[in-house]
């Protein structure tokens, strides 16, 4: 039996009851708990800044083309197009050459926001073979549409990269490519 100086301590409450009936009281308006559709994407696109500057730490390479390898043969290529002193624009994608088209895939053209502490896809370029088994996905109605699926698709594959080893560790200078100097940026 606990004391009753003791259950006073633990549940808040003289008779050492755990349940609280205000607790299982309804919320009366249902945006009071969850975000806008608009703070959740942005949500998004800073979870997705976090996950590629600790995977690859685009912030501190240099303009230029670098390689990740590691044991699943498939090798990520990371481009840093260039560094602007509130964004860096990049480009992330396989080795890998899409029979139909000849461009690289998937690829993924990125702007990160220093500043705001946040990616943002600006294009993506999924494998036709792929699309062609799984079906495409519908038209997005709208541009906001448009952006949830690109940093969606962004966010997984972070986390599939992650998952399968790749960070700033794999990451080599491509050969035969010279990166260009990164100036000091203000």
């Known amino acids: 039996m606990v004391p009753p100086a003791a ?9 050492g009851r755990c349940y609280d009936r205000s607790m299982s009281t309804l919320v009366a308006h249902r ?15 800073g979870e997705n800044f976090h996950r590629l500057a600790h995977l690859f730490a685009p912030q501190r390479l240099n303009a230029g083309f670098y390689l990740s390898s590691v044991d699943d043969q498939l090798d990520v290529r990371l481009e840093i197009i ?9 480009e992330l994608t396989y080795c890998l050459r899409d029979s139909e088209t000849g461009g690289l895939v998937p690829s993924a053209r990125i702007r990160m926001y220093r500043d705001a502490r946040m990616a943002e896809v600006l294009h993506y370029h999924a ?22 699926r690109r940093s969606s698709f962004l966010n997984r ?19 035969g490519v010279a ?6 940026i203000a």
Not at 157 to 175: F, R
Not at 179 to 184: D, G, Q, S, T, W
Request: hydrophobic share 40%; proline share 10%; no cysteine.
């Open 7 to 15: 259950a006073q301590q633990q549940s808040g409450r003289k008779n």
């Open 31 to 45: 945006k009071a708990v969850l975000p806008s559709r608009f703070s959740w994407l942005m949500g998004m696109h």
């Open 82 to 90: 260039e560094h602007h002193p509130y964004t860096i624009d990049l």
């Open 127 to 148: 494998d036709l073979r792929l699309e062609q088994a799984l079906g495409p996905l519908p038209p997005a109605r709208t541009i906001f549409e448009r952006r949830v």
């Open 157 to 175: 594959w972070l986390e599939y990269l992650a998952e399968q080893g790749h960070s700033i560790g794999t990451l080599v200078p491509a050969p």
């Open 179 to 184: 990166a260009k100097p990164l100036e000091a």
